[in-house]
C-alpha cells in the first residue's frame, strides 16, 4: 500500500474508528488524479481572492478532507503571509493538516469545532469554504452561514465554492453513484495507485463511497438556495462565478458537475 494511503489510514483509524476508510479512498482518488478539481479551480479562486490579499490577515478554512485546500490558499496568498486557521469536527482531517504542515514546517493552526458551532469569539478576515455546503443538508445552511457571519470581522469577506448540480449524459442517466464507481475505479487502476486498488478490501470502501457520494450529489444545493441562505445570514453578494469541471467520462456515459464560486461581505 502506497506511504500516502496507508498514513490516512492509520491516522483515520486512530482518531475516527471507520472514518479511516473514507481517508484511505480520497487520499486515494487524489493522488491518481480522479478527484483533483481544486487544480483546475485554483487560477480562478486565485483571481478573486488576490484583491482582498494582505500580510498577517486571519484566513479560516471552514473543513477539509486533506491538505489540499490549505495548500492552495498558501498559493494563492504567497508571498503574503496570511495566519491560517483549518476548522473541522474531523481529528482524521485535522492531524492530516497537522502532519503535512509540520513535515514543510508551514505555520497552519488547527481548530476541532463543529462548523455550526462558532460563537464568534474568534473572528477572521476572510473565510473559506470549498465544497463544504456540499456535506451538509440544505436546511442547514442557514445555520453554518450564519455561525460564520458571526466569525468574520468587520469588513471581511467569504469565499464559498459548492457544487451547484450533477447530471449524466447518455447512458445509466439515473445511476449518478454507478458511473462515479466504474470512473473511479478505472482511473485508480490505470495510474500511479494501481496496487490498493487492486485489493478487494479497497474496493469495497469505494463502492460504499460511491453509494455515498451518489446520494449526496442528488441533494445539492442550487445556487439559488446558497445565495439565499448567505443574504438570510446578513451577507451582501459581492460577486458569483462558475468553475469550469472536465467532463468525467466511462463507457458511454459522462458525469457533468456545475460549481458556484461566491463571494459574499460582512
Request: with cysteine; charged share 20%.
Amino acid at each position: 500500500m502506497p506511504a500516502q494511503a496507508r498514513r490516512a489510514l492509520a491516522v483515520g483509524r486512530a482518531l475516527c474508528g471507520c472514518d479511516g476508510h473514507y481517508h484511505t479512498v480520497w487520499g486515494t482518488l487524489r493522488a491518481s488524479g480522479a478527484s483533483n478539481s481544486l487544480k483546475s479551480e485554483e487560477p480562478l479562486l486565485a483571481s478573486l481572492i488576490k484583491p482582498h490579499v494582505r500580510d498577517g490577515a486571519r484566513v479560516m478554512i471552514a473543513g477539509v478532507a486533506d491538505p489540499g485546500v490549505p495548500c492552495a490558499i498558501g498559493r494563492i496568498y504567497s508571498p503574503a503571509m496570511p495566519v491560517l486557521t483549518v476548522v473541522d469536527r474531523c481529528k482524521a482531517s485535522l492531524e492530516l493538516v497537522r502532519q503535512f504542515a509540520a513535515t514543510k514546517e508551514l505555520a497552519c493552526q488547527t481548530l476541532n469545532l463543529n462548523l455550526l458551532e462558532l460563537d464568534g469569539t474568534e473572528r477572521w478576515d476572510q473565510i473559506v469554504l470549498h465544497y463544504t455546503p456540499d456535506f451538509l443538508d440544505p436546511p442547514l445552511h442557514g445555520r453554518l452561514f450564519q455561525a460564520l457571519t458571526r466569525a468574520l470581522k468587520p469588513e471581511g469577506i467569504i469565499v464559498c465554492a459548492a457544487m451547484t448540480a450533477t447530471a449524466v449524459i447518455g447512458e445509466r442517466e439515473h445511476e449518478i453513484g454507478g458511473v462515479y464507481y466504474d470512473y473511479t475505479l478505472k482511473k485508480v487502476m490505470n495510474g500511479p495507485m494501481a496496487e490498493i486498488a487492486a485489493s478487494d478490501e479497497f474496493m469495497d470502501m469505494l463502492r460504499a463511497y460511491s453509494v455515498l457520494w451518489g446520494r449526496r450529489r442528488t441533494n445539492l444545493p442550487s445556487r439559488e438556495q446558497l445565495i439565499r441562505s448567505m443574504r438570510n445570514a446578513g451577507l451582501s453578494i459581492l460577486s458569483e462565478d462558475s468553475a469550469p469541471r472536465q467532463h468525467r467520462i466511462v463507457g458511454g456515459a459522462a458525469l457533468v458537475d456545475s460549481c458556484s464560486i461566491i463571494i459574499a461581505g460582512k
